[in-house]
């Protein structure tokens, strides 16, 4: 398991090889978002089709929806300044 200062190098890079571009994040940060989705869903029904909740488990199940959610925020930011460099880099007329 890694670190929560470790960054995913694999979802930091476009499909060939250089770095991710702004659509390659926002890309990304979608996927995460449906992830932590399906996982609120399942959730959701095990919680309702349950009699009992296993309250350790729950509380894992959340963290890693927060987790997702988290890389999802962290892809947003880094697309959005990305956008702002690639604004600023143009020349004004």
């Known amino acids: 398991m890694t670190d929560s200062n470790t960054r995913c190098t694999s979802c930091q890079f476009g499909g060939d090889g250089g770095r991710a571009d702004t ?4 890309n990304q940060a979608n996927q995460w978002l ?27 199940a959340l963290e890693a929806i927060g987790s ?3 890389l999802a ?4 930011a880094e697309a959005h ?10 020349p004004r007329t």
Not at 23 to 26: A, I, T, W
Not at 35 to 57: K, N, Q
């Open 23 to 26: 659509h390659d994040l926002l």
């Open 34 to 60: 449906q992830y932590a989705r399906g996982l609120i869903e399942l959730l959701a029904e095990f919680v309702h089709e349950s009699d009992a909740v296993d309250c350790p488990r729950m509380a894992l």
């Open 68 to 70: 997702l959610t988290r």
């Open 73 to 76: 925020a962290q892809r947003t």
């Open 81 to 90: 300044a990305q956008m702002t460099w690639e604004r600023a880099a143009v």
